[in-house]
């Protein structure tokens, strides 16, 4: 089951979300699909990585359109907003990977994307603010101040673009099928429990069969 499986991670920034995501594809010898999954959408659709990487896990915002738009004015889109445009194109890129085989997506609101799909495990990555402070401070070489407002606007952005692309709330434990805390289990203790997850429901869909 677990090379067939569906992994999404959501996560607070400097929680350690992107790591748990790494270390569970390694384990289960599945692809992980972050920041690569700007590359495959701009693989199968006409925008440029570039705008995907401004539009990333952002809701709609009507300047950052008007920007875009003065850099790649040959774009010429119509209709719908770019930022929907950008959307509808993660969109459907991350509904092919749920048709394929397993792998783990991480952010995106891929939870969310894919919640029909049955081989699917939602994960919520979340640790105190001292632990992330620590992490932030030492990967990105900047004081204190510095790390907890980057923090801070790194989770506004992320939880206004769940909430305005989904039906749920980021970060609600009712959001997702499992909610870890890095703070106090650390990261390889996340993994194991998604593993185990794993393991359970595999038991449970055994018996329902059975």
Same mark, same amino acid.
């Given at each position: 089951?677990?090379?067939?499986?569906?992994?999404?991670?959501?996560?607070?920034?400097?929680?350690?979300?992107?790591?748990?995501?790494?270390?569970?594809?390694a384990e289960l010898g599945l692809k992980l699909y972050d920041k690569e999954l700007l590359k495959t959408v701009a $693989?199968?659709?006409? @925008?440029? =990585?570039?705008?995907?990487? &401004?539009?990333?896990? /952002?809701?709609?915002?009507?300047?950052?359109?008007?920007?875009?738009?003065?850099?790649?004015?040959?774009?010429?889109?119509?209709?719908?907003?770019?930022?929907?445009?950008?959307?509808?194109?993660?969109?459907?890129?991350?509904?092919?990977?749920?048709?394929k085989g397993g792998c783990v997506i991480v952010g995106r609101a891929a939870d969310y994307i894919l919640r029909d799909?049955?081989?699917?495990?939602?994960?919520?990555?979340?640790?105190?603010?001292?632990?992330?402070?620590?992490?932030?401070? $030492?990967?990105?070489? @900047?004081? =204190?101040?510095?790390?907890? &407002?980057?923090?801070? /606007?790194?989770?506004?952005?992320?939880?206004?673009?769940?909430?305005?692309?989904?039906?749920?709330?980021?970060?609600?434990?009712?959001?997702?099928?499992?909610?870890l805390d890095t703070s106090d289990i650390g990261i390889d203790g996340c993994v194991r429990m998604i593993e185990l997850?794993?393991?359970?429901?595999?038991?449970?869909?055994?018996?329902?069969?059975?």
């Amino acid at each position: 089951m677990a090379e067939n499986s569906i992994i999404t991670i959501g996560r607070q920034f400097g929680s350690g979300g992107h790591e748990v995501g790494r270390r569970i594809a390694a384990e289960l010898g599945l692809k992980l699909y972050d920041k690569e999954l700007l590359k495959t959408v701009a $693989e199968q659709s006409n @925008i440029c =990585e570039q705008v995907l990487q &401004d539009y990333d896990e /952002k809701p709609t915002n009507s300047l950052l359109y008007s920007i875009v738009m003065d850099v790649y004015p040959s774009m010429n889109y119509v209709g719908n907003t770019l930022s929907q445009q950008v959307y509808q194109a993660q969109y459907e890129t991350i509904r092919r990977l749920g048709e394929k085989g397993g792998c783990v997506i991480v952010g995106r609101a891929a939870d969310y994307i894919l919640r029909d799909n049955p081989r699917l495990t939602s994960v919520f990555i979340h640790s105190s603010m001292r632990f992330r402070l620590d992490r932030v401070m $030492e990967f990105e070489h @900047i004081d =204190e101040n510095k790390a907890k &407002d980057m923090i801070l /606007k790194a989770d506004k952005k992320r939880a206004s673009f769940y909430n305005f692309q989904t039906e749920k709330k980021w970060g609600a434990a009712s959001s997702y099928n499992l909610s870890l805390d890095t703070s106090d289990i650390g990261i390889d203790g996340c993994v194991r429990m998604i593993e185990l997850y794993l393991e359970q429901k595999k038991k449970g869909q055994h018996k329902s069969q059975n």
